[in-house]
């Protein structure tokens, strides 16, 4: 029996995911008259956590979908900011350390650890604790247990953190969390913290903070002028 045959575009955001003769006007896909359109357009290689309407002939559709033979579909990307089922939190990936940092300096619940667990754990984590998985790994992106998830589309840790926070909004709050663990940050006195300190930072600052989970103390001092920039230009634009 000849296979149904659909027409099918997609948004110019979703391109760097399709093969190259995917990536203009709609074309011609065969289907087989049983699958989704949800997995349709996981197996042209798009997470679907990337996708936001599915048109058939300009109307909306579910995932669930099963397109017939001469429907014209178009697949949308997501749009900015992103809703989601509940608080923005997240769950990032063995590769994006640097990332996790970022958005818990900025106050951000972030779970990382920099072990790889693989994807069924990481899958299972984000179900469990409703955190949003950040990769840049579409098979795991793919994973039907997910809460929610989220590609990471760039290499660089600047556009990585831009990227999340207009996608997701979530709350900022500097300097409230342990970059180390995630853990809240609750202020101390130099006394208390006094002897994990050295010497020439317990002479030149005042205000210290300590981990509430792992002990780590943080001060503000002149080598935070980075941290600083990136705190302050997140705000500016996201706050
Ligand atoms: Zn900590």
Not at 126 to 145: C, F, I, K, N
Request: a negative charge; one cysteine or more.
């Amino acid at each position: 029996m000849e296979k149904p045959e659909i027409t099918i575009g997609f948004a110019a955001e979703l391109h760097v995911f399709v093969p190259a003769r995917q990536r203009g006007e709609a074309s011609a896909v065969q289907v087989d008259g049983v699958s989704s359109l949800g997995h349709v357009v996981e197996s042209l290689g798009v997470p679907l956590t990337e996708v936001g309407e599915l048109l058939v002939d300009g109307a909306a559709v579910r995932p669930g979908h099963v397109p017939a033979a001469g429907q014209e579909i178009e697949v949308r990307a997501f749009q900015r900011p992103q809703q989601l089922p509940g608080p923005a939190r997240f769950l990032l990936d063995v590769h994006l350390g640097t990332l996790a940092r970022r958005l818990r300096l900025l106050g951000v619940d972030t779970a990382y650890e920099n072990l790889d667990i693989g994807d069924a754990a990481l899958a299972a984590r984000s179900a469990a604790e409703q955190r949003v998985m950040l990769s840049r790994d579409r098979g795991l992106l793919r994973r039907r247990e997910l809460w929610a998830g989220g590609y990471v589309y760039s290499h660089r840790p600047d556009e990585q953190l831009r990227d999340v926070l207009s996608r997701f909004a979530p709350a900022l709050a500097p300097w409230t969390r342990c970059t180390a663990c995630n853990g809240m940050l609750r202020p101390a006195t130099k006394s208390a913290v006094q002897e994990r300190l050295e010497d020439g930072t317990e002479r030149s600052y005042d205000a210290f903070a300590q981990c509430g989970d792992c002990d780590q103390v943080y001060w503000r001092g002149a080598h935070h002028a980075r941290l600083d920039a990136i705190v302050e230009e997140a705000l500016r634009e996201y706050a």
